[in-house]
Every structure is written in structure tokens, then in C-alpha cells.
């Protein structure tokens, strides 16, 4: 039997009945990733496994550098086999790593190899899977009619003029692509050089001039009219933590000007300007019933001489253990103070926060919006077995799993699709084995729509796109 077969994951007979007839078959609502939409317009193809493999993969880079691969091999001027060859002989001592999983788990789905990787099979298994590559199926739109992805969601900055969006929508695909507006650039009035930049590429965007903070609102105001309009319906914030040190405006607007003039905001000033405009912020959200994506706990670029060499994003950022729940309850209660709270998913990266955020978003549920507030998804360091149980045993305990919006990718790479269905066969295990221990009644009609719902139905109805 090969390492990936039908039944990868699932331990009992009623998991593997409830991942087969109820899950496996649902298409897939990726809400939030980081694909990049030019590759979708022009409708990319990729010439070699490690261009569409290896190239921006900071899991991949991390467990490479961990046994002690150089880094021309993972991020370097190293050919593509030579890298591809240095994946390959560091697959086999990721064994009980999520990588050794996902892995095969693509090399099965994509490529229809069933062979574990290591360095003597990787000749072979390059040479066929460039071959496979080299087809229309595995375009950048084949893969995404292939994993059947009914929609997916972009990341984009305020600024982005959503060319690429237009392109894909004119050109009428089968699966529909959303922008999300991530605002996180206004935050970052510590480091006035790339504020006053990004503020310039604002000003060009929205076509009028900013020298005040009004100027900046509204500025902020009509990119989010802009990208409305082109179908984006949810919004996106990268937080250490929630910021709650609320200020008056005309506190935030000193704080600006000084950044304009270029003075650095203390951290407390840094503090008080970003809890103003996330206030801003989540009144806009509210206001057009888009949903808010809170991403808490990332601690980035620990490595400062390789933040210096190669730039953030390379694999040097981890788990935070900043205090969340204080701030978080905070910023969701004035707006709920306002009559101002969006739709919110709160992501968690340090697991010793699953409860208490599970928890936190019952504090703030509306009777009538279900599931108004959500626990989200396993993310980053969290989007692998173990954690995803943690997070739906959390979810479970805490408030109502048949809510759930399901699972999302988080990812740069067209190789991330099967994530959806390691999602489903663990959730199915889970169920499953509830059902086999008389926890849960053993019943289809119904448990089958709940998991039918959390793999695609409920974040359709949740996130309200235009599918």
C-alpha cells in the first residue's frame, strides 16, 4: 500500500465513510491566501517543480536550514536541480514534521507519484513531475479547475490598482477571484521613510493629495469603496496583538504629521495611532458587511543579519507569546459600543491562546448573524494535525463547530491545495471516532450537513461573494 492512499488519516470505518461520502466531493472556498493574481491572469505555467515547489517556500527553507543545507540552496543562486536535490535529501528527516505529509500528499495529487522522496528517487520523480508541468492541467488556472476552487481570495494592498483582478474577471474563469484590502502599511508610523512612500503610492491610488489625516481617511476610504466595487467583500490585519490604546483624533493627527515630517511615532505613540485607524477601520468593514480577518501572534524577523541578507518573508519569523485577550476584548467592544462591529475571524498563533479566544468570540455574537464572531482556522505554524484538533476541540468546547467557516490556505504557492483536504480527513477523523465512542449519535442526517457545511456551504454564506 502506498503512503498516500484513500484512506491517509482516517483511523476508523466512520471516518472513512464520512470523508468519502460527505467531505471529499465539496469544493473548495480558499478566503484567504497569497496567490499572486498576475500568475492567475496570465494564467502562468511553470517550468521546473522547484519554480512551482520551492521558490518563496519558507517551510521548506526552514527545515532545509535546520539540517544544514546552505542557503544558495534554499534561497540562493543554486540551480533548480541542485535546490530540488537539497529538498530531497532533507525530506527524509522531517519524518513527524507536517512537511513529510504535505509532500507526498502533493507529490500523490499532483503528479500522481506514489513514491516517498529522497535523494535516490528524486531523478525520477523530477523528470515526471516536469513532464506533468509541462501540460495544461497544471497551469496556473488547470490547478485551480482541477482542486476545484470555486473562489479564492487574494491579499492586497490598498494601493494595488487590481489590474490583474479586472483581467481575471473579464476573462470569465470557472473559478471566481476575490481581492482582500490589508491595510497594514498605514500602521507604521514608527518607520516614517516606508510610511511616507507607501502614503505617496496612496496618494497616487486615490488620486488626491494627503498632508493631514483626514486626507488619509478619506484617501483609505475610497480604496475601500474601490475594491468593493471590484467584488472584495473582506479585509485583512497582520497583529502582533489587538491595539486598544484609543485616542482622540486629534492625537492620531499629531502623530501623523510628525510622520509626515518625518519623526518616528514612539511605540506608544505607534499604539494610540493604530488603535485609531483599526477603529477607522472596522467601521468601514461594518459598514459595507465585509468581514474583518484579525491574524494575531506572528513574532517576525527574529534574525536581524538575515533580515539585512535577505529580506523579511525568508523564514526567520515565529510564535509570539504577546498577551491577547485584554486588547482583543477591547477593540471588539468599542465597536460593538458603536454598533460598528464587522463579521470578525480571529486566527491564533500561539496555541496557548485557543481557549481563551475561543471563548472571546461568544462574548461578541449578535443572535443574528451565526457565527458572527469566529475562531479561525489552524494558521502558520498551527496548519497541521495536531493543531488543527486543538483548534477544533477549542471551537467545539468553547461555541459551535457546526459554524465554522472551515479551512483556508494562507499560502503563496499553487501546491497548497491538498492542505483542504488534509483539513477534511482530519476533521472526518475527529468525528469520527466521537461517533465510534457513543459521543456523538450515528446519524448522517445529522452530522453530514455539518461537515458538508464547514468544508464549503458555510464560509459561501458567511462571507457573502458574489458566487
Known amino acids: 500500500m502506498p503512503f498516500i492512499h484513500e484512506d491517509f488519516l482516517l483511523t476508523t470505518p466512520t471516518a472513512r465513510r464520512l470523508y468519502h461520502q460527505l467531505a471529499a466531493g465539496q469544493p473548495i472556498l480558499d478566503y484567504h491566501c497569497h496567490l499572486p493574481p498576475r500568475d492567475i491572469a496570465e494564467n502562468r505555467r511553470f517550468n521546473h517543480l522547484t519554480e512551482i515547489w520551492l521558490e518563496g517556500d519558507h517551510y521548506k527553507w526552514r527545515a532545509m536550514r535546520a539540517n544544514g543545507v546552505d542557503e544558495r540552496l534554499c534561497t540562493g543562486e543554486a540551480e533548480p536541480?541542485?535546490?530540488?536535490?537539497?529538498?530531497?535529501?532533507?525530506?527524509?528527516?522531517?519524518?513527524?514534521?507536517?512537511?513529510?505529509?504535505?509532500?507526498?500528499?502533493?507529490?500523490?495529487?499532483?503528479?500522481?507519484?506514489?513514491?516517498?522522496?529522497?535523494?535516490?528517487?528524486?531523478?525520477?520523480?523530477?523528470?515526471?513531475?516536469?513532464?506533468?508541468?509541462?501540460?495544461?492541467?497544471?497551469?496556473?488556472?488547470?490547478?485551480?479547475?482541477?482542486?476545484?476552487?470555486?473562489?479564492l481570495c487574494t491579499t492586497d494592498d490598498p494601493t494595488d490598482d487590481l489590474r490583474w483582478h479586472a483581467q481575471i474577471a473579464a476573462a470569465g474563469l470557472t473559478t471566481r477571484v476575490f481581492p482582500t484590502f490589508r491595510p497594514d502599511k498605514a500602521l507604521n508610523v514608527h518607520q516614517p521613510e516606508a510610511f511616507n512612500a507607501w502614503v505617496e503610492k496612496l496618494e497616487t491610488a486615490a488620486r488626491t493629495s494627503i498632508t493631514k489625516l483626514a486626507d488619509l481617511l478619506e484617501a483609505l476610504r475610497l480604496r475601500h469603496e474601490f475594491f468593493h466595487a471590484r467584488g472584495c467583500r473582506l479585509s485583512d490585519h497582520g497583529l502582533n496583538h489587538c491595539y486598544a490604546d484609543f485616542c482622540a483624533e486629534?492625537?492620531?493627527?499629531?502623530?501623523?504629521?510628525?510622520?509626515?515630517?518625518?519623526?518616528?511615532?514612539?511605540?506608544?505613540?505607534?499604539?494610540?495611532?493604530?488603535?485609531?485607524?483599526?477603529?477607522?477601520?472596522?467601521?468601514?468593514?461594518?459598514?459595507?458587511?465585509?468581514?474583518?480577518?484579525?491574524?494575531?501572534?506572528?513574532?517576525?524577523?527574529?534574525?536581524?543579519?538575515?533580515?539585512?541578507?535577505?529580506?523579511?518573508?525568508?523564514?526567520?519569523?515565529?510564535?509570539?507569546?504577546?498577551?491577547?485577550?485584554?486588547?482583543?476584548?477591547?477593540?471588539?467592544?468599542?465597536?460593538?459600543?458603536?454598533?460598528?462591529?464587522?463579521?470578525?475571524?480571529?486566527?491564533?498563533?500561539?496555541?496557548?491562546?485557543?481557549?481563551?479566544?475561543?471563548?472571546?468570540?461568544?462574548?461578541f455574537q449578535d443572535g443574528r448573524t451565526a457565527g458572527k464572531i469566529q475562531f479561525g482556522s489552524g494558521w502558520w505554524f498551527l496548519d497541521q494535525k495536531e493543531a488543527m484538533e486543538w483548534q477544533i476541540n477549542a471551537l467545539s468546547n468553547a461555541g459551535l463547530l457546526s459554524r465554522f467557516v472551515g479551512m483556508l490556505t494562507d499560502s503563496r504557492s499553487f501546491m497548497s491545495y491538498p492542505r483542504h483536504e488534509y483539513f477534511r480527513r482530519v476533521l472526518c477523523n475527529l468525528i469520527g471516532q466521537d461517533i465510534e465512542n457513543g459521543e456523538i449519535p450515528d446519524r448522517d442526517e445529522l452530522v453530514g450537513p455539518m461537515i458538508e457545511n464547514i468544508c464549503y456551504e458555510n464560509a459561501r454564506q458567511y462571507l457573502g461573494l458574489d458566487l
Open 81 to 151: 536541480y541542485e535546490k530540488f536535490l537539497a529538498w530531497a535529501r532533507t525530506v527524509p528527516h522531517t519524518l513527524r514534521n507536517p512537511l513529510y505529509h504535505w509532500t507526498h500528499l502533493e507529490l500523490r495529487r499532483y503528479f500522481g507519484i506514489e513514491e516517498l522522496l529522497d535523494e535516490h528517487s528524486a531523478p525520477s520523480i523530477w523528470e515526471r513531475a516536469n513532464a506533468s508541468l509541462a501540460t495544461e492541467v497544471l497551469s496556473a488556472q488547470g490547478i485551480l479547475e482541477q482542486f476545484r476552487v470555486k473562489a
Open 250 to 363: 486629534r492625537t492620531a493627527a499629531a502623530i501623523f504629521e510628525a510622520a509626515r515630517s518625518g519623526r518616528a511615532a514612539t511605540a506608544e505613540e505607534q499604539g494610540r495611532f493604530a488603535a485609531f485607524l483599526m477603529l477607522f477601520f472596522g467601521r468601514l468593514d461594518a459598514a459595507k458587511g465585509w468581514t474583518k480577518q484579525l491574524h494575531l501572534g506572528a513574532r517576525r524577523s527574529n534574525n536581524t543579519r538575515r533580515l539585512r541578507e535577505l529580506g523579511p518573508d525568508t523564514g526567520f519569523d515565529s510564535i509570539g507569546d504577546w498577551p491577547q485577550v485584554d486588547a482583543l476584548a477591547a477593540y471588539l467592544d468599542r465597536l460593538e459600543e458603536e454598533d460598528a462591529l464587522p463579521k470578525v475571524i480571529i486566527y491564533n498563533l500561539n496555541p496557548a491562546d485557543n481557549y481563551a479566544l475561543a471563548a472571546m468570540a461568544g462574548n
